[in-house]
């Protein structure tokens, strides 16, 4: 279910039929059908197939105990006439839950609901044994089988719970925290620069500019060949740089980089677009960090979890004050690196 | 250097603080001759907009002259006598390029805190909360101005610093507020709030051509000001007269063509209507009282126009949205874009057409500005505007 998006290549945002009729005629004007851009829909995610099953599973377990609570009992070994008027409420419980798996997208609550079921079950069947009318042969198979669907009931409720837990940044809105996919923190942001986009390019084709606004960055060394030296900031003790190369450019289009040898096997990537209506150019960065297995390798792991969305786009603010002003704004609080009220630093306090 | 301080709600100090240094290259310092109160400072003051810190120099309405400049300034020099508007703005980013200075996209380096407050981030604000930017204010001797060529509007030395001084914010946020009622021959405005602000809207309402101005408040001494200083038409005391029956009948039943909210987050409001707001904020269940501009969108004419000047900072209850759908009406309202009105307001005040020194109530020390600040929120000693002087 992505969002497709159409744009006039030359003619702003807004599709005009009249323009777009006489643009027909000339190649320069041509309406072109950008790229339809998907966004991560996690609530639509496919249910698993066993979820799914375990809901029309409860829907028919459901319906023979309200409809037929005579033959259930009889199937699972237990006396009919005393227990017809807690099978059929049984049975309410399991339709409700089933319904519930059955149609919303991400079931999670009415998975755990089917958790408790099995509970309760389990606990009634458990009581039966102890009953003097029962057929203990039947009875046992039944538990069995609930016992069974119990596991599946909560493989599938840890699932889902776990898939809802904010870990990639987009399904619950706050962009807070890197994406992490097969233990690569994925990160990126987005501005607009009112810039030209040869002359944004040019900015980012020197690696030596970052530092200059991207604050972890410590230093980036040209080594020449494409190639570059990076250190990042790390508390003391702890080391971490890498060579990188450019592993593509393509002029006003894209530069991306990844690491050949260091600390931290990493790549990142900044691409442009000219914004519309002579609004400058939209920068978009994004870098994927993949830590080394071992205690080193997890500490590294955790400084760059320390870097979040926040920190990317006040790194590309920076980096748009840099090219529409030339340097970095100060305030009377943010020139001074730790909280700082309102009013002139001392020179002591100053950020060197 | 002595400064205003902001202390906790209801606590400002005069304090001794560092003497304010170039920063960046196209800064400049400016010895501070004279600055205002603002009614926007109360809500400060009383302590209803977040992020603000103990130890904030306050003020954003100053004026001096320039006793320093960084390397990349050109168009000001040291002596220089200059007004400074309220939003830093840089001058090269598309909202500046487009007029729209208080949405500077570059002049708040805590832009990321108005951001998930705001959505995104308005202009960097001198003195105004660290969401705007952590900026010292200008109730104090001297005041660093950022963008020192884009901001500062050099003032002619036989016009007096109160004549031009609220050039700062006030004229241009009243005329801003005036203007954005689109007025035609024969409109009507109305004006909540006769606060400073609201003064200046009703004048530049009068500039503007307006036929008839009314304006709104519970203050007899403002009132008295607007018909005499502003030169409203008819003046209502919403606590002795029905505002809206009193618009019906000044308006042959048709409401005014637009409505002008001076008041801001601290509206009150008579009985329990305005008791419920009180609570409500209070409790931090809501972030603005909004009564009058409730008021004012009920009153407002079909497809008519509301012009919000007055400060809100979050989210608020009943807002009557029916009205504004059904009846068409719209709404325009902003931070005020101040580098765009500075040079004209000026020439208004050079040809004779307005001294905006009328809403000027007390002059007092930068010293005594706790004094000014207790007097000003209690709307004690008929105060309508102080300005200190260091």
Known sequence: MGTEIYRDAELGDVPNPERTRESQRTPKGVRVKAAPVHYPETRKTEKDPITQALGWFSIALGAAEVFAPGAVARLIGIDEDDHRGVLRAYGIRELAAGFGIVSRPKPTYWMWNRVLGDVVDLASLAKAMRSADTNRTRLAGATLAVLGVSALDVLC????????????????????????VDGTQVLSAVITVNKPVSEVYAFWKDPANYPRFMSSLESVQITGDGRSHWKVKAPVGLSVEWDARVAKDIANEMIAWESVDGDVQNTGSVRLRPAGGNRGTEVELETQVKPKAGPVGAKIAKLFEAIPKTQMMNDLRRFKQLMEIGEIVKSDATAVPRMHPARPPKYSELET | MRANCWEGAKHVKVEDVPDPKILNDRDAIVRVTS???????????????PTMERGDILGHEFMGEVVEVGKKVKKIKVGD?????FPIACGQCWSCQHDMWSLCENSNPNAWIAEKMLGHSPAGVFGYSHMLGGFAGGQAEYARVPFADVGPLKVPEDLSDEKVLFLSDIFPTGYMGAEMCGIEPGDTIAVWGCGPVGQFAIASARLLGAECVIAIDRFPYRLKRAREGAAADVTINYEETNVLEALKELTGGRGPDACIDAVGLEGHAPGLPGLYDKAKQSMRLESDRIPSLRQAILACRNGGTISIVGVYSGFDDKFPLGAVMNRSLTIRTGQCHVHRYMKPLLEHIQNGNIDPSFVISHKMSLEDAPVGYDIFNRKEDDCLKVVLQA
């Open chain 2, 81 to 85: 006598r200059v007004v400074v508007p």
């Open chain 2, 35 to 49: 600055t205002a109160i603002c009614g926007s400072d109360l809500h400060l003051f009383n302590g209803f907009m």
């Open chain 1, 157 to 180: 409720s840890i699932q889902l719970t776990r898939d809802s837990a904010p870990t990639t940044g987009h399904d619950d809105g706050s962009f807070m925290l890197p994406e992490t």
